[in-house]
């Protein structure tokens, strides 16, 4: 009763579609994706970083 299906997904994309359109959309995506790539980037570097920063001194 509480969870989202399909229908319901599609609506949602049709009305993101409607304001946005769909070049719009693209941009917005890509955008996103870039984000995304570059947080989880960020977040696996880190540790790295440490290692590498204690191995030097």
Same mark, same amino acid.
């Given at each position: 009763?509480?969870?989202?299906?399909?229908?319901? =997904? &599609?609506?949602?994309?049709?009305? #993101?579609? =409607? &304001?946005?359109?769909?070049?719009? #959309?693209?941009?917005?995506?890509?955008?996103?994706?870039e984000g995304i790539r570059e947080f989880k980037k960020a977040m696996n570097g880190s540790p790295d970083k440490k290692k590498e920063d204690e191995i030097k001194k």
């Amino acid at each position: 009763m509480g969870s989202i299906g399909l229908p319901e =997904l &599609l609506v949602v994309f049709l009305i #993101i579609l =409607l &304001l946005f359109g769909g070049s719009r #959309i693209k941009d917005v995506g890509k955008s996103l994706g870039e984000g995304i790539r570059e947080f989880k980037k960020a977040m696996n570097g880190s540790p790295d970083k440490k290692k590498e920063d204690e191995i030097k001194k």
